[in-house]
């Protein structure tokens, strides 16, 4: 009994170290995402596919893939679903930035994000399981209830926000969606926010809910 309280003790101390260190790790990563420039050529690249936004509006896109690597270093490596086509746009040019790409994901990541079409991906299940990833966090990160919420969060409203017609196009009121005829992304269709687990995006790793529903398509990242 007496070997017992100090074995416990120091574990107990470890555990301690272990946590600030975690939470020390998180605010220095996020400080560097937060702070991170990103190469000018993805919003010219982004223009270039969808001429119609404005430069104000490209920098709403640059804010959603600083978004997007936020969701990533909080998902404790677990796949997290792109829920933003012209973010996956914007993502696409970074990579192509190899060396620099490869700095930021170690130093914002602890490790390189992969990028992997959803074709590629085991299941649907795993698409699913990103994208409801996704949702949480992000509703998590805008105090919005993520079973009832009131607002979309920022990277799951911003398609429809940049008239992106190939875009993922997300909606509060489910029962809008199952009077569309189409039932799918962009600008004939949508998908049920409230429902998010019924639909599929682009995804970056760092179950089903029992609803019903399409699911779109993209690419991913492990």
């Known amino acids: 009994m007496d070997v017992f309280f100090p074995i416990l003790f120091f574990f107990a101390v470890i555990l301690i170290f272990f946590v600030i260190y975690q939470k020390a790790l998180i605010r220095k990563r996020t400080s560097f995402i937060n702070k991170y420039e990103f190469p000018k050529t993805i919003k010219s690249k982004v223009a270039q596919i969808y001429p119609h936004l404005e430069s104000d509006e490209l920098e709403k896109v640059i804010r959603g893939l600083r978004e997007y690597f936020h969701l990533i270093s909080l998902s404790q490596q677990k796949m997290v679903a792109m829920p933003s086509q012209v973010v996956d746009v914007a993502w696409h040019e970074f990579i192509l930035y190899t060396k620099e790409y490869s700095l930021f994901c170690s130093m ?23 994208i409801k990833r996704a949702w949480r966090i992000s509703c998590h990160r805008e105090l919005i209830n993520p079973f009832k919420p009131k607002r979309l969060p920022m990277i799951f409203a911003l398609d429809a926000s940049l008239r992106i017609e190939d875009g993922f196009h997300y909606e509060l009121d489910c029962m809008k969606l199952k009077s569309s005829t189409t039932g799918g992304g962009g600008s004939d269709g949508g998908y049920c926010g409230s429902h998010i687990g019924c639909s599929s995006g682009c995804a970056g790793s760092a179950g089903n809910d029992g609803c019903s529903g399409g699911s779109g398509s993209g690419c991913g990242g492990d």
Do not use: D, V
């Open 108 to 130: 914002a990541l602890g490790r390189f994000l992969h990028h992997t079409p959803a074709e590629a991906m085991k299941s649907k299940n795993e698409a699913q399981s990103g």
